[in-house]
């Protein structure tokens, strides 16, 4: 029986993880969030992966406040980054198999073209900083695969989706930044596609291949459009006013396009991704 070990499980992906797992029969899943596994902690977590012996590491666990992390620099490089070398460490000449999840924060945002997997990265943010820390630790494994997604809303925790839905309840309207484009991505469609991959390498139906992929729904749309497809998909009455970036109060350099090339995991593993609107009807559903 194959072992597997998600970390940050109680987050929005490991939530979704977690429901989409009870389709799956005949695997061991192995849920933790820091409470049961502190993977900060580099002994704790050397102990503890030794102990389940796992044959594949989800790492859901990250560090998310980005307006925050420009202050709190430690504490996101500590969780984004040095505790993915603590993971690494622990599977270190193993043939465990580690996925993990990383960011459209690790580019500028400067393009006008989908960023693939071999586009230049330039984090212009502590964030992004953080989370391409991650990336580069958990590539010194052999077998890992590093999953970029963008946008990421889901049913559980606090997201885009459900702060337009609860200010569109308590206001006539609300302002959302029209200039940054890029693709919402719902946690479900990736936690399935995850667990796809994982059951079609298991039963050697598709070959694991270790490396960088770019993940989000089909579609580009800026936060506006998305805001008023949240507002239009809950039929709600409120007003959705476009503002421009410089208007929005923050201490973070947002990418204004982080669009992502999905080409090569869909050509890997065989994959079709859902159009963000279609997804975004089922979230929009499951919360009603």
């Not at 307006?67 to 000449?93: F, H, P, Y």
């Not at 109060?249 to 080409?263: E, F, G, I, T, W």
Request: a neutral charge; glycine letters at 6%.
């Amino acid at each position: 029986m194959a072992v597997l070990l998600i970390t940050g499980a109680d987050g929005q992906l490991g939530n979704e993880l977690r429901t989409v797992s009870k389709n799956y029969y005949g695997y061991d899943f192995i849920f933790t969030d820091i409470d049961s596994l502190d993977i900060t902690d580099n002994e704790q977590t050397g102990t503890f992966i030794k102990k389940t012996a796992p044959d594949w590491i989800l790492n859901c666990a990250a560090y998310n406040q980005v307006d925050r992390a420009e202050s709190e620099t430690d504490q996101a490089m500590l969780i984004n980054g040095s505790a993915v070398s603590n993971i690494v460490n622990a599977i270190k000449g193993t043939d465990c198999r580690f996925i993990h999840f990383s960011s459209d924060y690790v580019f500028k945002g400067n393009s006008n073209i989908p960023y693939n997997e071999n586009s230049t990265t330039d984090p212009g943010s502590v964030y992004g900083k953080s989370k391409l820390a991650g990336e580069k630790a958990a590539l010194t494994h052999h077998a890992t695969m590093i999953i970029r997604t963008s946008w990421l809303y889901s049913s559980h925790g606090v997201n885009f989706v459900k702060t337009i839905l609860k200010k569109a309840k308590t206001t006539g309207s609300v302002s959302v930044v029209f200039d940054q484009t890029g693709t919402p991505t719902y946690a479900a469609d990736l936690a399935e596609t995850v667990l796809l991959i994982i059951s079609g390498v298991i039963r050697n139906q598709v070959a694991f291949s270790p490396g960088i992929y770019h993940y989000s729904n089909e579609g580009i749309c800026s936060w506006y459009d998305f805001a008023e497809a949240i507002v239009s998909e809950a039929g709600l009455d409120c007003r959705v006013v476009p503002i421009l970036t410089k208007q929005f109060s923050s201490s973070v350099q947002r990418p204004a396009y982080s669009v992502l090339d999905k080409s090569k995991i869909k050509e890997t593993y065989n994959l079709e991704i859902p159009h963000w609107r279609k997804s975004l009807k089922r979230c929009i559903k499951l919360l009603q």
